[in-house]
């Protein structure tokens, strides 16, 4: 089967079994390797994706439900070479360690961010309850949302 899907701006045809999912072509077929494949569940959140401008956890989406529909991976945040205000916070407040969870938090903290310009601590706490991260106590990830969350606008 061929599927037509705009994915980072981009129209792309695909040619694969329909209940392929998501992550897999995306991964595989379009070597889109920032999107992560760790629990094939929904569990862990590392495979986020945005579509329709809503994060999904990619390993659940098959692909031939998304004929049509907009997708945003980690690689299409940023803009060139400068990274997205998430990415560069985490850097820069150095939240990352084995990097597994990192680009799904940022897919799901984007819109999040967006839709709630000011959050408190127990509300991006809550956003991230459908991501994992085995190798931190959170805070530091806190603290790197907080710290973007009156320095900059966040734009889908």
Known sequence: MTTSLMINGEERSLTCDPRTPLVDVLRNELRL??????????YCGACSVHVDG??????LLPVGTLEGRDIVTIEGISQ????DVIQQ???????????MCFPGMV?????????????????V?????????RCTGYERIIDAVMSVVDATEVTE
């Open 33 to 42: 390797t920032g999107t992560r494949n760790v629990c094939r569940e929904g």
């Open 54 to 59: 809503k994060p999904m956890s990619s390993c």
């Open 80 to 83: 060139g070479d400068k990274l």
């Open 89 to 99: 916070a985490f850097i820069d407040l150095d939240v990352i360690q084995c990097g």
């Open 107 to 123: 897919m799901t903290l984007r819109p999040f961010l967006r839709d709630n310009p000011s959050p408190s601590r127990d509300a």
């Open 125 to 133: 706490k809550f956003a991230l309850v459908g991501n994992v991260c």
